[in-house]
C-alpha cells in the first residue's frame, strides 16, 4: 500500500510536494535532498509529478520518477490534453511494470498553440478517463480536481456538478485548484461533507509574491485579484527579503488553517529548494501552537493580509462574490425555445417509440450504409444537418440526449462532462467564447434539468469513430432492448 493511501486511511495529514519535470540533472538532485526529509513537521511526505505542464520539453512523470536514484513516494500526474483512450491504457501498463498503483487525473490546461479553429486536438476528459482507469485498476487510489475558486453561479455550480460527476466515477481523493480564498477551502469542505460518501480534501497552496502573482497570469483557473496585488507590491517595496518572509508566513497559517478546517493534507506548490523546504517548515512550528481552532486562527490569517494604508484584501473579483447555494440565474426565453424545439425533434427521430422514430431507425440502419460510399454520403448529411443547429463535428458517438443539446464539440477541449477548471467568471480559458457548459448549467437549471449536470457519466469519444455517423449506431446498439441514454450511443468502456 501506497504511504500516501496509508495516511489517508489512517486520517492522518499528509504533505504533497509538487515537482514540474523538466530535463534537469540538477532539479532531480534537489528534488532527491527535499524527498530525503520524508516529513514535513512530522507529517509524511509524497511528490506529485505534473504532467505537460509547460514545455513539450517536459519529462513524463514516469521517466522522471525513473530518473530518481532511490525509489520516493509518488503521485504521478495524468493530463488528458492531446490524448486518446489508449494513451491512458498504455501508461497503465507502463506503472504496472514499475510498481506504482496511484494516479491524479486531469483533462489539462489549454495546449501551447492550440488555436479553435485550426488543427483539433483531442482532450481525454477527467471524468471518463476516472472511469476507464476504476474500471481497468479497480484498487489503486485515483484523484482528480476540484476548483472552487468560482465567482459566478453558473461556472462554479457547473464545477461542483462536475464534481459529483467524479465521485461516481470513482475519484477516492480530490486535490483543489491553486487558490487563496479560505471562504472557498471552506466551501468546498463543506460540500464534500453533504456527499453520502465523502472523500478527503487536498489543497494545492503556494508562497504568495509579487513576481509569482504576474506569473499566475498565464495559469488558467487562478484567481488572484486587484486589492491581492496591491499588498503584493507593497511588500515587494519594501525587500525582497521582506515580501519572502511575509509569503512564507502567509503559507504557513494556510497550512495551519486547512488543518484546522478538516482538510486531509496540502499540496505545496512553489518549493524549488531546500531552504524555502525549512523556513516553511520553521515558520509552521512557530505558529501552529498559538491556533486549536478556527476561531483563534481566523484574525492571524486576516491581518497576514493587511499592510498599513492599503484597502482590505478581498479574494473575489471585482463585482463578483458568488458562494455555493446561491441562485439567480434564468436562461433566456431564446435558450428555453431552443432546448424546447430540439428536445421535440429528438424524441420523434430517435425515442425508437415514435412511428417515425421506427421509420427512420429502420432506414439509417440499412445494409447500404455499410459500404464505404454510403458511410461517407450518410456522414455528410449528418453533418450537413447537425452542424447548423448545434455545431456538430462528427463525434460518431451523438452525446446530445445527454448534454441537453449543447454539443460538447462546441468546446475547445471537447468536454461533454463538464468544464475544466480554467474558466473565469464565464468565460472560456481560451478567451473567445463562454463557457459551454455555464450555458448549459443555466439552462438546466431554468428547465429543472440539473440531474443532467450531475448524474450522466458521459464516456470518451473513442477515435476510431470520429468523422461517421452517430445515425446506425445510435439503433444498432439498442436493437435487442434500450440501453440508458448515457451508453446507448458508445461501446462499454473496457481495458
Request: hydrophobic content about 40%; proline content about 6%.
Amino acid at each position: 500500500m501506497s504511504l500516501l493511501k496509508t495516511t489517508l486511511d489512517a486520517n492522518a495529514f499528509a504533505c504533497i510536494l509538487e515537482f514540474v519535470p523538466k530535463p534537469c540533472a540538477e532539479r532531480l538532485a534537489t528534488l532527491e535532498a527535499l524527498m530525503a526529509r520524508t516529513r514535513l513537521c512530522g507529517w509524511p511526505l509524497t511528490v506529485a509529478i505534473g504532467d505537460r505542464v509547460g514545455s513539450a520539453l517536459d519529462l513524463s512523470p514516469l521517466d522522471a520518477f525513473t530518473s530518481l536514484k532511490q525509489p520516493v513516494p509518488v503521485l504521478l500526474h495524468f493530463s488528458g490534453k492531446d490524448r486518446e483512450r489508449r494513451d491512458l491504457l498504455a501508461q497503465l501498463q507502463r506503472m504496472d511494470a514499475a510498481g506504482l498503483d496511484q494516479l491524479l487525473l486531469l483533462t489539462g490546461d489549454r495546449l501551447p498553440g492550440h488555436t479553435p479553429g485550426e488543427r483539433p486536438v483531442r482532450y481525454l476528459e477527467s471524468v471518463a478517463a476516472l472511469q476507464l482507469v476504476r474500471q481497468a485498476r479497480p484498487h489503486w487510489l485515483l484523484a482528480a480536481a476540484l476548483n472552487p475558486f468560482k465567482y459566478r453561479e453558473a461556472e462554479g455550480g457547473a464545477q461542483y456538478s462536475k464534481a459529483q460527476k467524479k465521485l461516481t466515477a470513482g475519484a477516492d481523493l480530490f486535490i483543489l485548484q491553486l487558490g487563496f480564498d479560505i471562504e472557498k477551502h471552506q466551501e468546498a469542505y463543506d460540500w464534500m461533507q453533504r456527499q453520502p460518501r465523502p472523500k478527503p480534501l487536498m489543497a494545492c497552496i503556494m508562497a504568495l509574491t509579487a513576481g509569482r502573482a504576474a506569473m499566475l497570469d498565464h495559469v488558467a483557473g487562478v484567481t488572484v485579484t486587484p486589492s491581492m496585488r496591491a499588498l503584493l507590491a507593497a511588500e515587494a517595496a519594501v525587500s525582497k527579503q521582506y515580501a519572502q518572509a511575509r509569503a512564507t508566513r502567509r503559507l504557513a497559517l494556510q497550512v495551519i488553517g486547512l488543518k484546522l478546517m478538516g482538510y486531509a493534507g496540502v499540496h505545496l506548490s512553489g518549493i524549488h529548494d531546500v531552504a524555502q523546504f525549512e523556513a516553511l517548515e520553521q515558520a509552521i512550528d512557530d505558529l501552529q501552537g498559538q491556533f486549536t481552532s478556527l476561531a483563534d486562527w481566523t484574525p492571524a490569517w486576516q491581518a497576514a493580509w493587511q499592510q498599513p494604508d492599503l484597502a482590505p484584501v478581498t479574494f473575489h473579483p471585482p463585482g463578483h462574490a458568488w458562494r455555493l447555494g446561491q441562485r439567480h440565474i434564468e436562461a433566456s426565453t431564446k435558450e428555453k425555445a431552443r432546448y424546447h424545439l430540439l428536445s421535440a425533434m429528438h424524441h420523434q427521430l430517435f425515442s425508437r417509440t415514435t412511428t417515425l422514430s421506427k421509420a427512420f431507425g429502420w432506414a439509417v440502419t440499412r445494409p447500404l450504409w455499410a459500404n464505404p460510399t454510403g458511410a461517407r454520403w450518410l456522414h455528410q448529411l449528418e453533418r450537413r444537418i447537425k452542424r447548423p443547429l448545434v455545431g456538430c463535428d462528427t463525434c460518431g458517438s451523438c452525446r446530445l440526449q445527454d448534454t441537453l443539446y449543447t454539443c460538447p464539440e462546441t468546446c475547445p477541449k471537447g468536454l461533454a462532462n463538464g468544464p475544466c477548471g480554467g474558466t473565469n467568471l464565464d468565460r472560456c480559458e481560451f478567451g473567445d467564447r463562454e463557457c459551454v457548459h455555464s450555458a448549459k448549467y443555466r439552462l438546466a437549471v431554468s428547465v429543472g434539468r440539473t440531474e443532467v449536470l450531475t448524474d450522466r457519466l458521459i464516456p470518451c469519444v473513442q477515435v476510431e469513430n470520429r468523422q461517421r455517423s452517430s445515425w446506425p449506431v445510435w439503433f444498432e446498439v439498442t436493437a435487442t432492448g434500450p440501453l440508458p441514454s448515457h451508453t446507448a450511443a458508445t461501446p462499454e468502456l473496457n481495458d
